[in-house]
């Protein structure tokens, strides 16, 4: 590993790790706009705008080679975050019913709980998986256009039946990332050894 690599690898300021504090600053106001009435385009319409951000510092992470340890951690955990905000959010406002939000809660919590259990078990860390990606940005793209029915705005009935025909994909992809994440953790003690 050259010295580049280290010096990227440890950064801490960087554009990719700046989008990702950005993203965690914005979940309140998202939160704010989705659970006051007549605010909720703007909150949904925020939270697209949030959530792509999610692949943009990916992108620049890779692309300028500042890729590091602090990114790793603090872009899927802004991810869960802005999750969870949405849901409770839509939730208040019952604009998703409690088993779907639970779908993915419980999927969260558990890969969370994991993942700190792993970092405080010597620092390891599961890498982010492509379908852990897809899987975010499909239920990230479907739970708001379920709201955008439920809240009756332009084109609604489209935005609901877009939201309903691929939740279900965007949940069997978050299940699969899961099992596959626990296939890497069962790897881990041979890598180690």
């Given at each position: 590993m050259g010295t580049d690599e280290r010096a990227a690898s440890?950064?801490?300021?960087?554009?990719?790790n700046l989008l990702s504090?950005?993203?965690?600053?914005?979940?309140?106001?998202?939160?704010?706009?989705?659970?006051?009435?007549g605010t909720e385009l703007a909150g949904l319409v925020l939270v697209g705008v949030v959530m792509s951000t999610d692949w943009v510092d990916g992108y620049i992470a890779r692309r300028t080679n500042s890729v590091s340890e602090l990114g790793k951690i603090l872009d899927p955990v802004s991810d869960r975050l802005a999750i969870?905000?949405?849901?409770?959010?839509?939730l208040i406002r019952g604009a998703l019913p409690l088993w779907a939000a639970l779908l993915i809660l419980v999927r969260d919590v558990?890969?969370?709980?994991?993942?700190?259990a792993l970092l405080g078990s010597g620092g390891r860390r599961i890498d982010v998986r492509y379908i852990g990606k897809?899987?975010?940005f499909t239920l990230m793209a479907t739970v708001p256009l379920i709201a955008w029915g439920y809240f009756d705005l332009p084109l609604a009935p489209t935005?609901?039946?877009?939201?309903?025909?691929?939740?279900?994909?965007g949940i069997v992809e978050y299940y699969w990332a899961a099992y596959l994440y626990v296939g890497d953790i069962r790897r881990?003690?041979?890598?180690?050894s």
């Open positions: 440890s950064a801490i300021l960087t554009i990719p504090f950005l993203r965690i600053l914005l979940i309140p106001v998202f939160f704010i706009l989705i659970v006051n009435e969870a905000a949405v849901l409770v959010a839509l558990g890969v969370l709980v994991v993942g700190l897809v899987a975010t935005a609901s039946a877009i939201g309903w025909i691929f939740f279900p994909v881990m003690p041979r890598r180690a």
